[in-house]
């Protein structure tokens, strides 16, 4: 996938996609920082086993919505060195553009669903 | 925390195994962090000891497993096909095909209900999964990680049928090692203890064996092993489970060859603990016993309309029996 092609051709987005992108919204985070992070989003509701996790970053990758900001140790856990993601510019339109979307679609079914309780 | 963390080395040494599944190019990019990741959330589970969330987990990677190696084989040979350096897929295929055997022949086993012995919790058709880990001691270290825990009474197991091994049967334990099991119109009297219990179903409008009252004179359905357990194991109207030996009956008492006409239940023989039920059919018993070009028909036409869409990913649960009544 090329990096110039306009953000309708990757939305709507999968929810995992989705996710992992907000988890990356406000800072650079590893792979198990991005699970727990979408886990609490998702009240628990979406828990990303690795395989899913790093097929989803893989594809990401190549479709330059993220990518990798080196490796290094996180102080909060111990000394091991962990692969860090970051958000790129076309990823922070995309996920934008999908919020756009979803919020749309919220708008319409709550006006529908509003006028059939009435 | 030494023992520990050489538990949880060992588990991750088996994840990193499983990792071979993969594709080698995803494997070398991303073998090492989700290595990572696998070991930084089994410290954070030890850290909390909750065995159900330990289960949960477990069970959430074999599943992301299964469904993401086979996402990335296909990925990568649809990639490999428009390139033009194709390698050998087939050997590919075949070491993820023996990690599958190996994984599914020694951590779980598919098995279909086909009587409806256990009818109320487990249906005719129930396709399941056995959990083989559960009732298999993995030895001093792995007991602390592993879910591991003896047989209860109460829980719903998969055993070899004690009178022909080749066949699996499903049924709830009644009694362990010592136990002094009674049934008197039908209820149970365990260790001179009334019990209600709740997960018995009485389906049937005929008896299949003398079911109501136990132990009694041995009858027509009794086997050679259930004639033994009556002549050694009565005593004052009681029968006393022996050492190594369980006693199992079905849920639907009244239609359930159990250990009231064959005998008990060899612990040794205990396969496993049914983990969920993957797909429940409605089918008759002879077509799930042996699957014939007739069955397979019957499933392709009828998949979506015989299919207990309800039943799908359902957990078999352990139940107690609770006291009844006073004590005699």
Redesign the interface.
Known sequence: MSKNQSTQELLPLTPPVFHILLALAGEER???GI?QDVAQQTDGAL?L???????C??RMVAAGLVEESGERPDPE?DD?R??YYRMTPLGKRIVRAEAQRLAGAVTVAMARLAGENA | MTSESALIGSVCRLYSFLLYA?PPD?RR??GR??E???R??CRDLARSSDRGRLLRFAA??M???L???V??RASAIWSAGRSSGKRSSVTEWAVTLLIYLFATTTLVQAYVVPTGSMEGNLLVGDHMLVDRMAYADPGPIGRHILPYRDVERGDIIAFLYPEDIRQTYVKRVIGLPGDRIRLENGQLIRNGCRLAEHYTQHLANHSYVATENFPIAPDGYTTPRGRDMFEHHVRDGELIVPPGMLFALGDNRDNSADSRAWGFVPRSYVVGKPLLVYWSYDAPTEELQQWSLDHIIDVSQHFFTRTRWKRTLLVPRSQRAEPAGGAL
């Open positions: 590893h792979g198990y699970m828990q086993g690795p395989g899913t996790l790093y097929g970053l893989k856990l091991e962990r692969r | 993969y995803f990019q991303y962090p989700m990572q990741l696998f930084d959330r959430h990677v599943a992301d497993w469904g993401t190696t996402r990335e």
